[in-house]
């Protein structure tokens, strides 16, 4: 299983960015989970969304202002980021799993992509 994010980049406070995470892998009912890094700070959890999209969850920080969403008939997770503030700039990476029994939790993720950069000017 292979994961593929895209997106990043430099925007100002205010602006909107969507990052995209590709899976190519034998199956297609992965959850998608997103997670963030800044520079000195842990791995931090941004949002995620089951493999039917039924479910998703959301970081308080980025509640109202982020939306995960999905196309399994591409095989791609979404996330939508609006309103973005200078405290949103990381590294962000997409994660994927089969079985996730908690969805905020890194941990539970099988597969992992490599991040992409989010730079949020003030």
């Known amino acids: 299983v292979q994961l593929q994010a895209s997106g990043g980049g430099m925007v100002q406070a205010g602006g909107s960015l969507t990052l995209s995470c590709a899976v190519s892998?034998?199956?297609?009912?992965?959850?998608v989970g997103w997670f963030r890094q800044a520079p000195g700070k842990e791995q931090d959890f941004v949002a995620a969304?089951?493999?039917?999209?039924?479910?998703?969850y959301y970081a308080d920080s980025v509640k109202g202002r982020f939306a995960a969403s999905r196309d399994n008939a591409k095989n791609t997770g979404y996330l939508r980021m609006n309103s973005l503030k200078p405290e949103d700039t990381a590294v962000y990476f997409c994660?994927?799993?089969?079985?996730?029994?908690?969805?905020?939790?890194?941990?539970?993720?099988?597969?992992w992509g490599r991040g992409t950069q989010v730079t949020v000017s003030s």
């Open positions: 969304i089951s493999w039917k999209g039924g479910a998703t």
């Open positions: 994660a994927a799993g089969i079985t996730v029994p908690t969805m905020t939790n890194s941990g539970d993720y099988e597969y």
């Open positions: 892998g034998p199956y297609s009912n992965y959850a």
